[in-house]
């Protein structure tokens, strides 16, 4: 999960919203990228899940499950929103979760 939220957020460092529409490559990254935060998302036990309730694990899944059914109708809006402003939290607190694991 961290490592492909980290790659995405990177990917869009310096991008644009209006690039998703111009730059086919750096659009069909993000979605694949984000599909695998949420498959990663779903391959997390139930206990761990619960432990660490500040991550939003159903939305996460949900957002995987929607990409891969829903590939044609894909809003970048909400694409770009995700990418911009929700991983760099779940980064931070997946990373705080990783350096405090032994």
Request: no cysteine; net charge negative; hydrophobic share 45%.
């Amino acid at each position: 999960m961290l490592d492909a939220a980290r790659e995405a957020a990177q990917m869009a460092q310096g991008k644009t919203r209006a690039d998703l529409d111009t730059d086919r490559p750096l659009n069909l990254s993000l979605v694949r990228l984000l599909e695998i935060v949420g498959e990663a998302a779903s391959r997390v036990p139930v206990g761990e899940r619960a432990r660490y309730s500040g991550i939003p694990w159903v939305e996460i899944v949900g957002l995987r499950n929607r990409l891969i059914h829903g590939y044609d109708n894909v809003d970048f809006d909400i694409l770009w929103e995700i990418v911009t402003q929700d991983l760099p939290p779940l980064i931070a607190e997946l990373e705080k979760i990783f350096s405090s694991t032994p």
